[in-house]
């Protein structure tokens, strides 16, 4: 008896299940970029750190200045980036990948603020270097509050209370070295202690206040990618 069947081929499955996501495929990419731009940006500034508050440090105000741009064009990229990635293809380990990276941020920034304390503890008289301290500090900053703006609903509070006691710390400071420790005081140069200590202060309060200022940027960056995350995003 003769079986048609058996002379015919099995029949082959549907590929299309095994095809490969775009939009995954994306999102991985951007990931590695975002966390790429993040560490090279991590590690320069790291290095400008090390060279600002190094006892050798004769780089110029204007070359720090170059440096910062350079740290900031990268981060930037990873910004965009890791922005990209989780507003408009939901990628899901990026946000807790960026939570990692904001503490790590917050336990430089402090770092940075203690060791910056301790040289302006002597009241040095080079005005270039208080502006590198500004600058480093502000830069620092400046960075852990663009984190927390890539995670939505992120909350920012917790992160102000370190800064705060530091910053108690250095009212401490202050009123000993000016007090108690009068020989060596320069009051010729304490507007730059004054300066510092209202400028970690505002804003290490209005970290933990919480007052929204950051909210209408928050709010802007979420409606620009919802209006355009169609034109954005792949199909499949």
Known sequence: ?????????????????????????????????????????????????YDVLGNNSKSAVVVVIAQIIVIGLAYAVGWITALVAIRVYGNLILPMLINWCTWGCLIAVCYLYIEILKRMYTQPDDLGRFFKYLMVMAGGLGALIGLHLIVEDHDLRPFSLPLLLISLSQLGMLVFRDVFDTPNVKAGVLWKDVLFFFMMSIVSVAMLAHWGLLRPLREKLTNRFDRRSDSIRSRD
């Open 1 to 49: 008896m003769n079986h048609s069947s058996n002379n015919h081929p099995p029949t082959q499955p549907p590929r299309n299940g095994h095809k490969v996501s775009q939009r995954g495929l994306l999102s991985i990419a951007m990931l590695i970029l975002s966390m790429g731009a993040f560490g090279i940006a991590a590690l320069s500034g790291a290095k400008l750190v």
